[in-house]
């Protein structure tokens, strides 16, 4: 019985058709099934790879194109004006001759801050030369406002003047013993024998008009001669190898918008009723500031104020400077320190000075010196791949000349009455803040620094105004220091 139950259930499920049909049409649906997923995951997964491909072919092309317009972007902040092939040339003419050697002697009080002193001894190494006389080494200001004791030694290669120079006038160290004692005359330069004493520096020779040799001796006094001390030249060098260990580049800001530039300027917009009054108390009691009572709001509208800290930064923002722009300050304390300078700080951080940038030991010599501290400001500025004066006052006007000199590195100089009224026009809801920029670029196209020929004064003006109108000769020596030629 239990083999016929067990071979009949084996034989009816071997041999029933219908069963069999079943299983043959279950695995014939898998089968399919499966093919069909395989196949429609082969479609998509190839698919898919295909995007991809196309993808990577595409990104590598955004990124070139990326990288191009910021490189493109770049080079327009940073790049310097062509030269179109002009360099320094300061060599004598032939007509130009061995100096002569008079037993007469000029003496020299400079006066003012550094560069102020600086192009007012060169212009008495031209007038020595003229008068045929020899130049002694000139005293430097002790009563400025800075109240500096440098002496010349103290700011500048001594030796390296006097000999650099030896062929255009002699220049001694102080008078003969015999002559100190002979009365000096004062005004007259003609028909004279002895000393004549010149008690202030700055009366400036003319800026135009003068004999090509003279101009050319000028700049070499000034370029060439007047070297910083060894001390100074090599502490500058230093700090400006520091900031180029920092980034690659970086912007030399001239802000002038210490206590006594704002002062003397009667310059008061973005100050509190406290700071304004201390500036005016400050400017009726220095006795050689002959102007007293300044109306700060014109004096702002004719673009005779320096640009505030705050008004630099958005200057620099809508040129397209980055907030990562390494922005070195040239400058002495800012006036209320970092209550202002923080309207800079804010939109670009990485600023430094040379209080950062040098330890306290590197600077102790140099403590109570304005002269030679501002002596480091002018190196770096110098040396810097941009430069940027907020005022024209004595120090922007030389160190832009000076990179004139050197091959038209990049000066931005800006145009104060014309971003006022940008500024201005801005706060009143007059425009946007997001066509800024191109207003900005706009006005200041030709302002960068590029080869240009000294201005003269506006037409029509005559006599000694015209000469206080004309571009100074060391804010742009192009003619005669900078030419095609040697």
């Known amino acids: 019985m239990a083999n016929h139950r067990g071979g009949g259930g084996y034989n009816h499920s071997r041999n029933h058709p219908s069963t069999s049909r079943i299983r043959k049409s279950f695995f ?11 196949a429609l995951s082969i479609f998509i997964f190839m698919l898919y790879s295909n995007d991809i491909v196309q993808d990577e072919r595409k990104m590598p092309l955004l990124r070139v194109e990326d990288h ?21 040339c300061v060599k004598p003419t032939s007509k130009y001759g061995a100096t002569a050697v008079w037993d007469r002697y000029i003496t020299v009080r400079s006066n003012g801050g550094l560069n102020q002193m600086r192009t007012g001894i ?7 030369r003229i008068m045929n006389a020899t130049l002694v080494i000139p005293q430097l200001d002790k009563r400025s406002f800075w109240q500096d004791s440098s002496t010349f030694s103290d700011v500048f290669d001594e030796l390296h003047f006097i000999t650099y120079l030896q062929q255009d006038v002699r220049i001694v160290k102080e008078l003969p013993k015999e002559i100190e004692s002979l009365p000096r005359a004062r005004k007259h330069f003609t028909s004279w024998s002895g000393v004549i004493h010149v008690a202030k520096s700055d009366s400036r020779l003319a800026n135009n008009d003068l004999p090509l040799d003279i101009q050319r001796l000028r700049c070499r006094a000034l370029y060439h001669a007047l070297h910083f001390s060894p001390s100074i030249e090599s502490l500058g060098k230093k700090l400006v190898k520091r900031l180029k260990s920092r980034a690659e580049r970086y912007i030399a800001l001239h802000l002038r918008y210490e206590k006594d530039m704002l002062s003397f300027t009667g310059c008061t917009y973005g100050l509190t009723e406290a700071e304004s009054e201390e500036l005016r108390v400050m400017r009726e009691n220095t006795n050689h500031w002959k102007i007293k009572n300044i109306n700060s709001t014109e004096q702002r509208i004719d673009g005779l104020c320096p640009l505030t800290p705050k008004e630099v930064g958005i200057f620099l923002q809508a040129l397209g400077y980055p907030p990562s722009t390494l922005i070195y300050i040239a400058a002495g304390e800012i006036y209320s320190g970092d209550t202002h300078l923080s309207e800079l700080t804010s939109r670009f951080p990485n600023i430094v000075s040379k209080e950062m940038l040098a330890t306290k030991e590197e600077l102790r010599t140099f403590s109570g010196h304005a002269s030679q501290t501002a002596a ?101 020596p192009y003619p005669e220091c900078i030419c095609t030629g040697r």
Do not use: C
């Not at 060169?122 to 020595?128: P, T």
């Open 28 to 38: 014939l649906s898998v089968t399919l099934y499966v093919t069909l997923v395989f």
């Open 122 to 128: 060169a212009d008495m190494v031209a007038v020595a």
């Open 376 to 476: 480091l400001d002018y190196i770096i500025s110098v040396e810097s791949d941009v430069f940027v004066p907020s005022h024209s006052g004595n120090m922007a006007r030389t160190v832009e000349g000076h990179r004139r000199f050197l091959g038209h590195r990049k000066t931005i100089t800006p145009d104060r009455k014309g971003l006022v009224q940008l500024f201005d026009k801005v706060e009143a809801g007059l425009l946007q803040v997001s066509s800024l920029s191109q207003h900005v670029k706009k006005l200041h196209e030709k302002r960068y620094g590029a080869p240009r020929r000294r201005a003269g004064a506006p037409s029509g003006i005559k006599g000694r105004a015209r000469l206080r109108l004309e571009e100074s000769f060391y804010q742009n």
């Open 68 to 88: 191009k317009s910021d490189k493109l972007l770049d080079d327009q902040l940073w790049r310097a004006p062509s030269s179109h092939g002009l360099r320094p």
